[in-house]
């Protein structure tokens, strides 16, 4: 290689796997919900014949890139952070959308479109007045990722594999993490995961768990919800100590509450929430808190600034329409002297 | 018929024919418009070879369903107007999210989907950060328009039928608004167009002004750009004059300096535009202001009330992102004491 040439296996801070889908995002009011049995605030899986029935009585919706571990390697180079992806989409109009859209935030993006149904996913996002989002999730083209799609160049050369807990949906995406995992750790890097939402953690607790025992993840995200959901406890102080013993290292999200970063052996940190003017859209909170903290952490940030770059980047996400944000996330740390 | 029963072709306010196109909209400084040739301001036309070389260049972006004369159907819609709309999508994904867009706003929309290729059209809109717009439209299906598309029965059941002089860019689309003004003029009805364009007015000069001339069309909407490139003047009122002498009614918008009614033997009304807190994207704000002057319209309103309207609904969509107003503009039309 020549002296200056840039070779991005030696260089990529953060990896992120998961769900790649097309949001398709629109308004209600809570009677929607109601009446369209959606539960409020949680991803609903539903099928092809489902997804047309809720789209036949959506209102007038925009499209946005979005999926939960899609949306954290956006921020990450949002915040000029060098993420990957592997996610599986198909070989259609919302596929080609997905692609342009994560490679156009400069994230690396490789994995081989499906040819064929099923079709690209897509979330119908449904925000209520109060900015809650409730998400009807078709996994489409999702279903296909496997361990084939797992790039090992790319796993050895992060910092952090990190990979949302909605791969346990679809059928053999687990298989492609646990891979991930296993080549992550023969080169000395670290795998992190989130839990995505409280029913996902009902659906998979004892996985999730054995997940975090067997050392096979590292580092856990979680909000509030999804931590007392692990442990089925309503004491978010009992779930936190329990995921402080399960895992190195926790991070606990509060919504307004902010965020509690629990490593066994260290005080914790808290670090509230910043100031927002107006709740707009809650989706991509979580997703963009993960970016904004890992972002610190890959580049070796306190744990405090790691989590107030997650508190930056969540609380712009909430303020716009859509997963990702709109504006550089890197010239809001500088503006927020946390550059 | 029963009584009491709904018959749509009685009822409607507004047809609006136009091309249909879903937007791509992505932020850009200045220096992009400038290194990559797109006129600013202005619909630049492409073909796909260039469509794919500006997607490729083109930052992260959102989707919504755009098209002048769709966005304006979509906002008398919105304001409890009784809307249909003419227009060529293909059956594939970027046309479905188009259908459903349109009809879930309350708009009758019946045209026939192509089958196979071209693929539905898209508009890849570049927004600076002053807010102007400037657009790159792939015509596609569009291209496919023609009288075959005319319902006969909406045009008659239509008070107004308007169109847009973009229609002028595909082959055969003309000729099913010449037709559509045949059949609406033979119901008694009114047919109105708007100049679109500057560009556009420019390639088409010599036949809208026999649209107008020749009374085909009753009603035009233009801004003052595009009248001073009709008459090819550089003084404002020399073009309203010439415009309120070759058509019946000209409206004249004017962006943050308000519109001007213009109805030959009549004192010409003036209104302002409304006080805006951000000017965030001007995409939309002369097929909304078409759209609120239109419903005002068809409600016999008075001139002045119409154009009050339409600074209404132009000022609210160009403090969003995307074409067509994310609130009920019938609720703003009571917020603002203009139901």
């Given at each position: 290689?020549?002296?200056?040439?840039?070779?991005?296996?030696?260089?990529?801070?953060?990896?992120?796997?998961?769900?790649?889908?097309?949001?398709?995002?629109?308004?209600?009011?809570?009677?929607?919900?109601?009446?369209?049995?959606?539960?409020?605030?949680?991803?609903?899986?539903?099928?092809?014949?489902?997804?047309?029935?809720?789209?036949?009585?959506?209102?007038?919706?925009?499209?946005?890139?979005?999926?939960?571990?899609?949306?954290?390697?956006?921020?990450?180079?949002?915040?000029?952070?060098?993420?990957?992806?592997?996610?599986?989409?198909?070989?259609?109009?919302?596929?080609?959308?997905?692609?342009?859209?994560?490679?156009?935030?400069?994230?690396?993006?490789?994995?081989?479109?499906?040819?064929?149904?099923?079709?690209?996913?897509?979330?119908?996002?449904?925000?209520?007045?109060?900015?809650?989002?409730?998400?009807?999730?078709?996994?489409?083209?999702?279903?296909?990722?496997?361990?084939?799609?797992?790039?090992?160049?790319?796993?050895?050369?992060?910092?952090?594999?990190?990979?949302?807990?909605?791969?346990?949906?679809?059928?053999?995406?687990?298989?492609?993490?646990?891979?991930?995992?296993?080549?992550?750790?023969?080169?000395?890097?670290?795998?992190?995961?989130?839990?995505?939402?409280?029913?996902?953690?009902?659906?998979?607790?004892?996985?999730?768990?054995?997940?975090?025992?067997?050392?096979?993840?590292?580092?856990?995200?979680?909000?509030?919800?999804?931590?007392?959901?692990?442990?089925?406890?309503?004491?978010?102080?009992?779930?936190?100590?329990?995921?402080?013993a399960d895992c190195r290292l926790?991070?606990?999200?509060?919504?307004?509450?902010?965020?509690?970063?629990?490593?066994?052996?260290?005080?914790?940190?808290?670090?509230?929430?910043?100031?927002?003017?107006?709740?707009?859209?809650?989706?991509?909170?979580?997703?963009?808190?993960?970016?904004?903290?890992?972002?610190?952490?890959?580049?070796?940030?306190?744990?405090?600034?790691?989590?107030?770059?997650?508190?930056l980047a969540a609380g712009l996400?909430?303020?716009?329409?859509?997963?990702?944000?709109?504006?550089?996330?890197?010239?809001?740390a500088i503006d927020g002297g946390?550059?």
């Amino acid at each position: 290689m020549q002296p200056g040439a840039c070779n991005f296996m030696d260089e990529l801070d953060v990896l992120c796997v998961g769900n790649a889908i097309v949001d398709i995002i629109a308004r209600c009011e809570d009677d929607f919900l109601v009446e369209n049995a959606i539960k409020k605030g949680a991803m609903n899986l539903i099928d092809a014949e489902r997804a047309e029935l809720l789209y036949g009585r959506m209102g007038p919706a925009i499209e946005a890139s979005g999926g939960s571990a899609g949306n954290t390697a956006a921020g990450i180079a949002s915040f000029g952070g060098r993420a990957a992806f592997f996610g599986k989409v198909a070989r259609d109009q919302l596929g080609t959308i997905y692609d342009h859209d994560i490679r156009a935030q400069g994230v690396v993006f490789k994995t081989q479109p499906l040819d064929g149904p099923p079709p690209t996913a897509r979330s119908m996002i449904f925000v209520t007045p109060d900015g809650e989002r409730s998400m009807n999730t078709f996994l489409g083209a999702c279903v296909e990722l496997g361990p084939e799609d797992v790039d090992a160049q790319i796993v050895a050369a992060s910092k952090v594999t990190y990979f949302e807990g909605y791969l346990w949906d679809p059928p053999r995406a687990k298989e492609a993490i646990r891979n991930c995992a296993r080549i992550a750790h023969e080169n000395k890097r670290e795998v992190s995961m989130t839990l995505s939402d409280p029913f996902c953690v009902d659906r998979y607790r004892d996985e999730f768990l054995d997940l975090m025992r067997s050392g096979t993840v590292d580092i856990v995200f979680a909000n509030e919800h999804e931590a007392m959901s692990l442990y089925q406890t309503s004491s978010l102080e009992a779930a936190v100590d329990a995921l402080e013993a399960d895992c190195r290292l926790a991070i606990i999200t509060r919504g307004e509450n902010g965020s509690i970063v629990a490593r066994s052996g260290e005080t914790r940190v808290s670090v509230p929430a910043i100031d927002i003017t107006e709740l707009v859209d809650t989706t991509g909170a979580g997703d963009l808190y993960a970016a904004g903290f890992l972002h610190g952490y890959t580049r070796n940030r306190s744990m405090e600034d790691c989590a107030r770059l997650g508190s930056l980047a969540a609380g712009l996400v909430i303020q716009q329409i859509g997963p990702r944000p709109h504006d550089s996330l890197r010239q809001a740390a500088i503006d927020g002297g946390l550059a």
